[in-house]
């Protein structure tokens, strides 16, 4: 199972995107869930999670500028991006955190241009 993330797109800095994630997988409603992207040269790091009772957490980097959501019932999670700078550019994955490696799908690529 891998889990398909879409959304991604070109903006300018400033704009906002809003990523979609459909995460097929058991007891969806029990898992962390998390926003990770890879930079061009640089590892992929996670930027957001929430748990399963909702409590998120959020990277300094995007900060008050990204909100990440679940809908248990349909097994989605959501990343609201605004106010997005060129540094933000990247592949965006969605997986459970810890991440599983049979998880990892293509991503959604986002570029921010200046």
């Known amino acids: 199972v891998q889990l398909q993330a879409s959304g991604g797109g070109l903006v300018h800095t400033g704009g906002s995107l809003r990523l979609s994630c459909v995460a097929s997988?058991?007891?969806?409603?029990?898992?962390?869930m998390g926003w990770y992207r890879q930079a061009p040269g640089k590892q992929r790091e996670l930027i957001t999670s929430?748990?399963?009772?909702?409590?998120?957490n959020l990277a300094d980097s995007v900060k008050g500028r990204f909100t990440i959501s679940r809908d248990n019932s349909e097994k989605m999670v959501y990343l609201q991006m605004n106010s997005l700078k060129p540094e933000d550019t990247a592949v965006y994955y969605c997986?459970?955190?810890?991440?599983?490696?049979?998880?990892w799908g293509q991503g959604t690529q986002v570029t921010v241009s200046s």
């Open positions: 997986n459970v955190v810890p991440s599983w490696p049979d998880y």
């Open positions: 997988i058991s007891i969806f409603g029990f898992k962390h």
């Open positions: 929430i748990t399963a009772a909702g409590g998120t």
